[in-house]
């Protein structure tokens, strides 16, 4: 993902001129930066001088802070009613909210309906808990623990999304159950992405890639005639010399990839991971990782989550009722499984 900063820097690298001849073309500009939604964003593309794609640079993190903003549940800012002070008042009151949060958990509780439940953002009571394990495991690996069932079961009573109670006309936000929370984690990255796609595209910025901590989106094609843009598929074997299991050319596409190779701990030699299947309250065990390929970010966001944690006749035939959506399976024995259209987007 590039080089780790200590603060929010940009780094703008000339990395490739295109033609040096009389007629100046377009040259390839990359951005990065850290911090935003806990992770690395890095931003390629094409423009006639580092000014214009500062620009451009400058308008899609501005706006991706926003979303980041909106989207925290572990922090305040000034004037900005987020996921924290709708969880903060819980049971208490509604809470106004801008139109781009309204939007995103109107779009997760569609998300909800469409994947049987696969993905529900307000099973934050439970993912709580699992994530104050996860990080009591990884500071005191020698005392690390697994979160007792009796605990889960009873934080997955305040789970019901039915309490989320969403009034458009007067935008506000509200959860009826006061133990309740909203995590948006599956679905709120990937949906932010491609908000903040859709608006530097109408801006001006027709050629190029953003990718969000590994959810990527491009816009156009990588030389504005139809070349396509090519994007790795992280490899889920982190001990291999190889770094992407594949290669993909894509236009006018996202890709987005969920597994258990970053966030986990270990537990008597046990790896438990951070996507929890809402079914068994535990991390999901069909595969170790899942691609999915569709146009839209946030759909590929949500989707992934959702089909891995489903077994994999599920999740076919889930694709197969979304046509607008490819996928790929990474098996725990390594096997590798693609939906009938995923192959066409692989680069020999």
């Not at 000339?14 to 009389?22: D, G, P, Q, R």
């Not at 949906?191 to 990527?216: L, P």
């Not at 390929?293 to 992934?304: E, F, I, L, N, Q």
Request: hydrophobic fraction near 35%; include cysteine; charge should be negative.
């Amino acid at each position: 993902m590039g080089k780790r900063l200590l603060a929010i820097v940009l780094i703008f690298i000339n990395v490739i001129s295109l033609t040096s001849c009389a007629f100046s073309k377009p040259k390839r500009y990359e951005a990065e930066f850290l911090v935003l939604f806990d992770t690395v964003t890095k931003i390629v593309g094409y423009a006639d001088n580092k000014e214009e794609f500062d620009k451009y640079a400058h308008m899609i993190y501005d706006e991706l802070k926003t979303y980041h903003e909106l989207y925290d549940i572990y922090n305040d800012y000034d004037g900005v009613n987020n996921i924290k002070t709708i969880n903060d008042n819980a049971g208490i009151k509604p809470v106004k909210v801008d139109k781009k949060l309204l939007d995103m958990l109107l779009y997760a509780k569609t998300a909800y309906t469409e994947t049987d439940g696969k993905l529900n953002i307000a099973l934050g009571a439970v993912l709580q808990v699992w994530h104050q394990y996860r990080e009591e495991g990884i500071n005191d690996p020698e005392n690390a623990k697994v979160p007792p069932m009796e605990l889960l079961e009873e934080k997955n009573k305040h789970t019901d999304i039915n309490n989320l109670i969403i009034d458009e006309k007067a935008s506000t936000v509200y959860l009826k159950d006061s133990e309740m929370s909203l995590d948006v984690g599956g679905v709120g990255k990937g949906y932010a992405t491609e908000q903040v796609c859709q608006y530097a595209e109408a801006h001006g910025f027709v050629n190029g890639m953003v990718s969000v901590g590994g959810n990527v989106r491009v816009i156009g094609s990588r030389d504005g005639k139809g070349e396509p843009w090519r994007v790795g598929i992280q490899n889920p074997d982190l001990t291999s010399e190889k770094t992407n299991l594949k290669v993909l050319n894509l236009t006018d596409a996202s890709l987005v990839s969920s597994g258990d190779y970053e966030r986990y701990y270990m537990v008597d030699g046990v790896k438990y991971h951070h996507i929890i299947d809402p079914l068994t309250l535990m991390p999901s065990v069909y595969f170790t990782a899942v691609t999915i390929v569709c146009k839209d970010s946030g759909m590929a966001d949500a989707y992934t989550k959702a089909i891995y944690n489903m077994p994999y006749e599920d999740g076919l035939k889930f694709v197969e009722k979304h046509p607008e959506i490819q996928a790929l399976w990474v098996f725990k024995n390594g096997d590798i499984k693609y939906s009938p259209g995923f192959e066409k987007y692989i680069r020999e």
